[in-house]
Nanobody
Framework: QVQLVESGGGLVQAGGSLRLSCAASGGTLISRYGMAWFRQAPGKDREIVAAINLNGVSTYYADSVKGRFTISRDNAKSTVFLQMTSLKPEDTAVYYC?????????????????WGQGTQVTVSS
């Protein structure tokens, strides 16, 4: 059974930085799959934040985080990262790691078949 476990969330002041990690275990190695970070703020729909293909060559970022967030992966350690800088109060949300159904980048959450439990990120103004 595939398990994704996020860590690294917390409370940070606006302008600060956090690095989220997503450790994968069980099932087929994540090196065969695209991975992504999603977030969901209270009262809002879940949205994709960033995605990366199976070998890390291709990435995608939502316009709202472009230039501030960086997604990366270490397939040898079955871990995906989200480096977040210049954080804003509107970045406050629960952040989820997800594994795609194949190696490509997917933009729709329905194309991701494994999800972590989420980690809370709170940015104070």
């Amino acid at each position: 059974q595939v398990q994704l476990v996020e860590s690294g969330g917390g409370l940070v002041q606006a302008g600060g930085s956090l690095r989220l990690s997503c450790a994968a275990s069980g099932g087929t190695l994540i090196s065969r799959y695209g991975m992504a970070w999603f977030r969901q703020a209270p009262g809002k729909d879940r949205e994709i934040v960033a995605a990366i293909n199976l070998n890390g060559v291709s990435t995608y970022y939502a316009d709202s985080v472009k230039g501030r967030f960086t997604i990366s992966r270490d397939n040898a350690k079955s871990t995906v990262f989200l480096q977040m800088t210049s954080l804003k109060p509107e970045d406050t949300a629960v952040y989820y790691c997800a594994r795609s159904s194949d190696g490509a980048i997917k933009y729709n959450g329905l194309m991701y078949n494994y999800w972590g439990q989420g980690t809370q990120v709170t940015v104070s103004s």
